[in-house]
C-alpha cells in the first residue's frame, strides 16, 4: 500500500524517557552516547573522545593521536511542553502578537 506504515519490529517492554533517548526490548539508544561506553550511576556514562584533525593541530604534537576519557552526565529534562502526572505532554505554544516584524 502507497504511503502506508510497516511493523518493522516489535518488542514487550518499550521505555520512552525523551527524544531519542529510549529503551526498545533490550536495545538502548541514547544520543550522543556511544554503545561502548560504560554507565556510572543512574545518569552517568563514561566513553572515549576522539580528537578531530584540527584538534590534533592544535596540540602542537601532530605525531602522537591521544584517545581521551569523557563523562557525560544526561539531565534528562524535557523541554518541548510541561509533562502531567500521568505521562501527557501539553506542548508549549507562542502568542502570534510576540511575534517581531
Known sequence: MLGGLKIEQ????VIIRGLKDYVFGHK???KGIRKNAV??????????QWPSFRGILRSGEPDTYVVGSIVKHLSREYTKGDVNFDGVVV????DDSLVCP
Open 10 to 13: 516489535s518488542s514487550q517492554s
Open 28 to 30: 538502548s539508544v541514547i
Open 39 to 48: 554507565q556510572i550511576g543512574t545518569d552517568g556514562y563514561r566513553q572515549e
Open 91 to 94: 506542548p508549549f505554544v507562542f
